[in-house]
């Protein structure tokens, strides 16, 4: 709630430092990896070795929201977390290979308080990924969806450079 109250008074800042990209993302898989397991889902890494300025604690807590998120919504399934760097870019992506979203909810899921009707069993309060397109937005990337019924759903970050 911090968070939200932030972002509503424009009081939200960055603080970007060089950060090796590719300890942070095995660090939190790592860290995330029993609970994966308790999901009895399964653990993919894919990481080049990128370095780039970035708020390290802000991009902890989208990628962290992003494995709770495969985690909660798509269990039983391989979930690949991934970081390429492009010419101009770099690509971070975590992809599920769960029951994915519909094309009517990918509308609306970077919203605020958005969440499946059919999931509201499960816990949660619509801000992850509401809070995940500012941080993005606010280091200059972008944060995208694809998925459909079925076929999972990969949540791509994509920084300039
Ligand atoms: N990997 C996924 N597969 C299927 N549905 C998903 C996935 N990730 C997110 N969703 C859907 O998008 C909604 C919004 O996700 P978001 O992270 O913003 O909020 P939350 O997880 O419900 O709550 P919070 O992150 O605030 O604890 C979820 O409630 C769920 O319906
Ligand atoms: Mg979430």
């Known amino acids: 709630m911090l968070d939200i109250s932030r972002l509503n008074t424009g009081r939200f800042e960055i603080f970007k430092e060089k950060t090796d990209l590719?300890?942070?993302?095995?660090?939190?898989?790592?860290?995330?990896?029993?609970?994966?397991?308790?999901?009895?889902?399964?653990?993919?890494?894919?990481?080049?070795?990128?370095?780039?300025?970035?708020?390290?604690?802000?991009?902890?807590?989208?990628?962290?929201?992003?494995?709770?998120?495969?985690?909660?919504?798509?269990p039983s399934s391989t979930i690949e977390i991934g970081l390429k760097e492009n010419v101009n870019s770099v690509m971070m992506w975590v992809k599920d290979t769960g029951p994915g979203i519909s094309k009517e909810f990918q509308q609306k899921i970077f919203n605020r308080y958005e969440r499946e009707k059919s999931l509201v069993a499960v816990e949660g309060l619509g801000l992850g990924l509401y809070i995940s397109r500012q941080i993005i937005e606010a280091h200059g990337g972008e944060i995208t969806l694809k998925s459909g019924p079925g076929i999972g759903a990969t949540f791509y970050i994509i920084f300039n450079i």
Request: proline share 2%; no cysteine; glycine share 0%.
């Open 22 to 74: 590719t300890k942070l993302l095995s660090n939190l898989a790592k860290e995330n990896e029993s609970q994966i397991l308790a999901a009895h889902s399964t653990l993919v890494l894919k990481l080049e070795n990128v370095e780039l300025e970035v708020d390290p604690l802000r991009i902890e807590q989208v990628v962290n929201n992003l494995f709770s998120n495969a985690i909660k919504y798509a």
